[in-house]
């Protein structure tokens, strides 16, 4: 599976902050999204769009995914920027949308939380929390 490329969350902020055009798709569960936290872009005028790849509890991929990015009209020239906890699932969910005629889209490296650290412990090594980026508790 392909996609355009990888990015940093500090390079997704810089284009997110410059690009109308520019949308971050969190592809993380509503459970990660409930109790860790998500992306706020509110200082910028924007919302991140919430689609779940995987559907918790059994992780299985999400059928409806495309249909529900689809559905929300983003031009297909759009710089789409994907986000999970780690950077892993959102590899897949940007391959996926690039299947479906997306031109430009985009995994961001480290996720939300980021590697874990040497206790085991995600949010402090990597990712947009541990960048300082701004985010909310839900």
């Known amino acids: 599976m392909s996609y355009t490329g990888d990015v940093t969350v500090e390079e997704t902020w ?23 936290g998500t992306c706020d872009l509110s200082e910028i005028d924007k919302a991140p769009l919430f689609v779940s790849w995987q559907l918790f509890p059994h992780m299985e991929i999400n059928p409806a995914f495309t249909d529900l990015i689809m559905v929300e009209d983003i031009p297909k020239d759009s710089l789409l920027y ?6 892993i699932r959102s590899k897949s969910a940007a391959a996926a949308i690039t299947q479906a ?31 300082g980026l701004p985010w909310i508790q839900n």
């Open 101 to 131: 005629g997306y031109e430009n889209c985009f995994n961001i490296l480290g996720g939300f939380e980021g590697d874990r650290d040497h206790s085991g412990h995600r949010g402090q090594t990597g990712g947009w929390k541990a960048a």
């Open 82 to 87: 994907f986000l999970c906890r780690s950077g």
């Open 14 to 36: 810089e284009i997110l902050t410059q690009n109308d055009k520019a949308v971050l798709i969190d592809v993380r569960t509503e459970v990660e999204w409930a109790f860790v």
